[in-house]
């Protein structure tokens, strides 16, 4: 194995581990070194398939706290955009875009950090610009999570009803977005790196406290601010 091929093998364990704590950030840790290993689309293509799989622990053990209504509100901008998204910008370049989405996701939680929250930010417009803005993310480099979790946190959800609702929408998303985009085998390493991470993250969860889980959100959002900053998703 290359040395890339390692540090893939850590991205995907880390972002396993880190999605099954926060309900958040397998792409965002993954997603680069997946991305320079497989290519622009394989690699978002495999990091919607695994981070699938990474988005079942915290749905089954949580799912009860689900906010179905909320889900649906965020699926149906997300069902809707993803395709059209995905002919847009086919074969465009998407740098630009993803640097101003970048710079969008860390203004905001740098914003929710200090405690703002937008009176409407929770209601059926906040819904459509979280979905729609989250499909052109994920169809860019497989990380539509930062607006569907400051979405969240703007509404004030709890932990256990962030954990379980981002994954009843990431689930649907990274289909259609599989969908549009076409199909890539995830290599079997990848996947066992992914059951890893879920496994240790599973068992770190359970001890983390509720400011502390908020404030691993956010952290994740910004680093995939910075991620998007970076322009590894063009």
């Known amino acids: 194995m290359t040395g890339l091929e390692y540090l893939a093998l850590a991205g995907v364990a880390g972002g396993a581990c880190a999605q099954a704590i926060t309900g958040l950030g397998f792409a965002l840790v993954s997603g680069p070194v997946l991305i320079a290993l497989l290519g622009p689309r394989d690699g978002v293509v495999v990091v919607c398939v695994l981070a699938t799989v990474a988005s079942v622990p915290p749905l089954v053990r949580e799912w009860r706290a689900t906010r179905w209504r909320?889900?649906?509100?965020?699926?149906?901008?997300?069902?809707?955009?993803?395709?059209?998204?995905?002919?847009?910008?086919?074969?465009?370049?998407?740098?630009?875009?993803?640097?101003?989405?970048?710079?969008?996701?860390?203004?905001?939680?740098?914003?929710?950090?200090?405690?703002?929250?937008?009176?409407?930010?929770?209601?059926?417009?906040?819904?459509?610009?979280?979905?729609?803005?989250?499909?052109?993310?994920?169809?860019?480099?497989?990380?539509?999570?930062?607006?569907?979790?400051?979405?969240?946190?703007?509404?004030?959800?709890?932990?256990?009803?962030?954990?379980?609702?981002?994954?009843?929408?990431?689930?649907?998303?990274?289909?259609?977005?599989?969908?549009?985009?076409?199909?890539?085998?995830?290599?079997?390493?990848?996947l066992a790196a992914t059951i890893g991470g879920l496994l240790l993250g599973s068992l770190i969860a359970r001890r983390t406290a509720h400011e502390l889980a908020r404030r691993g959100v956010l952290m994740v959002a910004a680093a995939g601010g910075v991620a998007l900053l970076a322009g590894w998703g063009s």
């Open 70 to 190: 909320d889900a649906a509100r965020l699926l149906l901008p997300v069902v809707v955009a993803t395709p059209l998204v995905a002919w847009w910008l086919g074969g465009a370049s998407t740098r630009l875009l993803a640097a101003v989405a970048g710079a969008g996701t860390l203004l905001a939680v740098a914003l929710l950090a200090r405690g703002l929250r937008w009176a409407r930010g929770d209601g059926a417009a906040g819904a459509v610009g979280a979905g729609v803005t989250s499909s052109v993310l994920n169809v860019v480099g497989g990380v539509g999570g930062p607006p569907i979790a400051l979405f969240a946190d703007n509404a004030g959800w709890s932990v256990p009803q962030t954990r379980s609702t981002l994954q009843v929408v990431f689930v649907p998303q990274n289909a259609v977005t599989v969908a549009a985009v076409g199909w890539a085998t995830p290599p079997w390493p990848l």
